[in-house]
């Protein structure tokens, strides 16, 4: 799905990913919508975690 990322992503890659702002990324990842951890001040956000958002909001994979 996302072949041109790396297998981290950084806030501002997550933006890029679902076309938001990045208040809206901090939201996501503070209610724990989507999987992630920080290292410092930077968060660290599993591409996996971002693929299986995707996927539960748009309930594809529900049958």
Known sequence: MFENYS???SIEELCEMLFI????????LRRKKIKAFRI???WKIPK????????SESKIDQK
Request: net charge negative; proline share 0%.
């Open 48 to 55: 996996r975690s971002v693929e299986e958002y995707i996927l």
């Open 21 to 28: 702002g990045k208040n809206v990324a901090y939201e996501l």
């Open 40 to 42: 410092g001040r930077l």
């Open 7 to 9: 297998d981290l992503v």
